[in-house]
C-alpha cells in the first residue's frame, strides 16, 4: 500500500513567486491535514480536510494561503504571493479516522524556500 | 492551552545504551500522546501511542514509552539504542480544536545520536 506522498520534495523561489504543493493521501482515507514546521520551531497544524470539506482551518497564516481538496482526493496547498516567513517543511497527513486515537500517516515534506 | 515540551533538543548516546528522549505536556482531560520519528530524508513515522490502559506502551523498532500522569510525562525509551536510531524525535499530544477537529500539537523535537 502506497503511503502519503508529496510533491514537489524541494522548492525554491522567490518572494513575490506563488508555489502550489501537492499531497496524495493513502487511498481510502477522507481525512488529510497539512502541518507546518519553520525552522528550529515546532510543527504546526494548518487545516483539515475531511474528503473535500474543510473541518478546521484555523492553523492558516493568513489568507496568502489557499487549500484545496477538489473530488476528496489529492490536496494543493497553493502560497501566493509567497513570503521569506513562509519557508519551512510542509507536511501533509491521512487518517481513515478523525479520532482523538487514531495515528496520523505522515508524507515526506515538501522543503519550501522563499529567497 | 494544550502543549508539549521537549526539554532537550539534542541527546547523544553510545550505541548499546539505554536511551531516554524526554516529553512532557499540559492538556485538560485525557491525553492522547504519540512519539514519530523523522529519519533523515524522510517523512514523519508513527512509532506508538497512548490512549488508555497499560502506563507501558510498545512500539517500533523496539522502542516503549512510559506515561505517568503524576509528572505529566511520556518519555520514550529503548533498552539498548542502534546507530540506525539516530534521527529527529517528536513527542505530540492530540487535541480537540474549537471546530472540533482533532489536531496533534508537537513539541520542538530531540535530535538523538547514537555514537559507535
Known amino acids: 500500500e502506497a503511503g502519503v506522498t508529496q510533491f514537489p520534495s524541494h522548492s525554491v523561489i522567490e518572494k513575490g513567486q506563488t508555489v502550489t504543493l501537492r499531497c496524495d493521501p493513502i487511498?481510502?482515507?477522507?481525512?488529510l491535514y497539512w502541518y507546518r514546521r519553520v525552522m528550529g520551531k515546532e510543527i504546526k497544524f494548518l487545516l483539515h480536510?475531511?474528503?473535500?470539506?474543510?473541518?478546521?482551518e484555523s492553523g492558516m497564516p493568513n489568507n496568502r494561503f489557499l487549500a484545496e481538496r477538489t473530488g476528496g482526493t489529492y490536496s494543493t496547498l497553493k502560497v501566493q504571493p509567497a513570503e521569506l516567513e513562509d519557508s519551512g517543511v510542509y507536511f501533509c497527513?491521512?487518517?481513515?479516522?478523525?479520532?482523538?486515537?487514531?495515528?496520523?500517516?505522515f508524507g515526506q515534506g515538501t522543503r519550501l524556500t522563499v529567497v | 492551552a494544550q502543549s508539549v515540551a521537549q526539554p532537550e533538543d539534542q541527546v547523544n548516546v553510545a550505541e548499546g545504551n539505554p536511551l531516554t528522549v524526554k516529553c512532557t505536556y499540559s492538556?485538560?482531560?485525557?491525553?492522547?500522546l504519540f512519539w514519530y520519528v523523522q529519519y533523515p530524508n524522510r517523512g514523519l513515522q508513527f512509532l506508538l501511542k497512548?490512549?488508555?490502559?497499560?502506563?507501558l506502551v510498545k512500539g517500533s523498532y523496539g522502542f516503549e514509552a512510559e506515561f505517568n500522569k503524576s509528572q505529566t510525562s511520556f518519555h520514550l525509551k529503548k533498552p539498548s539504542a542502534l546507530v540506525s536510531d539516530s534521527a529527529l524525535y517528536f513527542c505530540?499530544?492530540?487535541?480537540?480544536?474549537?471546530?472540533?477537529?482533532?489536531?496533534?500539537?508537537f513539541g520542538k523535537g530531540t535530535k538523538l545520536s547514537v555514537i559507535p
Open positions: 505530540a499530544v492530540r487535541v480537540i480544536s474549537g471546530a472540533g477537529s482533532y489536531q496533534l500539537t
Open positions: 487511498s481510502g482515507h477522507d481525512n
Open positions: 497512548y490512549i488508555t490502559g497499560d502506563n
Open positions: 480536510f475531511v474528503k473535500e470539506s474543510k473541518q478546521d
Open positions: 492538556v485538560s482531560g485525557n491525553p492522547y
Open positions: 497527513a491521512s487518517s481513515q479516522d478523525p479520532g482523538a486515537n487514531t495515528e496520523a500517516f
